[in-house]
């Protein structure tokens, strides 16, 4: 009887195992796979429709970085993207806290943090601002949200990897709305500019965030709106995205700003 029982109890214990390896929320056999790969560094890119690739039709920027940081350092590079459009800094704050999300799984277990984030948290005053209505007085609340919720969410992401060693690369934006010939077309010359001051305040805000963590603060502003450099050539039809060669540009800055020593870090599991 007692056979029977260890028997039984066996049986059950593996059914347990092999539900929980076929179910959507736990490690799949693919990440057991990856784990066991000497060497393998594992890279998560959080944020919005920038990060997820909306109407680029390419590879996002994260997979073009992972490509190229893992043919540069010769060892292979995971990347999980877990862009998500229309995100704001409230709700990566939020699925960072949610227990076992994936982004809290897959950010505990990366070495390199790819993090753009802020835009859309004035995507309530889009219309005011394109018109050239807006004055820095109207998102002055979104603007204190940021700087708290950048600040949490930094903290979260080294809680989560155990305060081990971790790059954190904080990209800033070439514009928060629309850009190049579609915002010439659609927005009054005033809304261009209030929209050019609303993005470099934005970016001020991430990148003073970056500079009080140890995070490092990654200029796309710069690149994307060179004089020497026709952005909408840069960009998706629709002007808000960037298309195949503006991720390939923010790919090449994310590397270009990556530390040498940087390491594949020890799963946390």
């Known amino acids: ?3 029977i029982l260890r ?3 066996t049986g059950l214990l593996l059914i347990v195992i092999l539900s929980a390896l076929n179910a959507g929320d736990t490690v799949s056999e693919v990440d057991l796979a990856q784990l066991q790969t000497p060497g393998l ?7 919005d429709s920038v990060t997820s690739g909306t109407n680029c039709n390419c590879s996002a920027f994260p997979q073009m970085y992972a490509d190229a940081l893992q043919a540069k350092r010769g060892k292979p590079v995971h990347v999980d993207n877990l862009g998500v ?3 704001d800094s409230a709700g990566l704050l939020q699925s960072l806290n949610q227990d076992d999300s994936t982004a809290e799984v897959a950010t505990a277990r ?4 790819l993090l753009t984030i802020g835009a859309n948290d004035f995507g309530d005053h889009h219309d005011d601002v394109t018109s050239g209505q807006c004055t820095s007085d109207c998102v002055a609340d979104e603007f204190e949200q940021l700087t708290v919720n950048l600040g949490k969410i930094l903290d979260r992401i080294h809680v989560l990897r155990d305060h081990l060693p971790t790059t954190i690369l904080m990209t800033g934006y070439w514009n928060v709305f629309k ?3 579609v915002a010439q077309q ?3 010359a005033s809304g261009r500019v209030a929209s050019d001051q609303l993005t470099v305040r934005t970016n001020d805000a991430i990148a003073a ?3 009080a963590d140890d995070a490092t603060y990654v200029d796309i502003y710069t690149p994307f709106e060179d004089d020497a450099t026709n952005i909408t050539a840069l960009l998706a039809p629709d002007g808000d995205h960037p298309n195949a060669a503006g991720h390939a540009l923010i790919a090449q800055i994310l590397l270009n700003a990556t530390p040498s020593h940087v390491k594949a870090a020890v799963h946390k599991g």
Do not use: C, E, F, W
């Not at 560094?41 to 944020?47: K, R, T």
């Not at 990366?110 to 943090?113: L, R």
């Open 1 to 3: 009887m007692i056979k």
């Open 7 to 9: 028997r039984l109890t």
């Open 41 to 47: 560094m594992n890279v998560v890119a959080l944020g």
């Open 85 to 87: 459009g229309g995100l």
């Open 110 to 113: 990366a070495s390199v943090v």
């Open 179 to 181: 850009d190049g010939a």
């Open 186 to 188: 659609q927005y009054p």
């Open 209 to 211: 965030a970056a500079h």
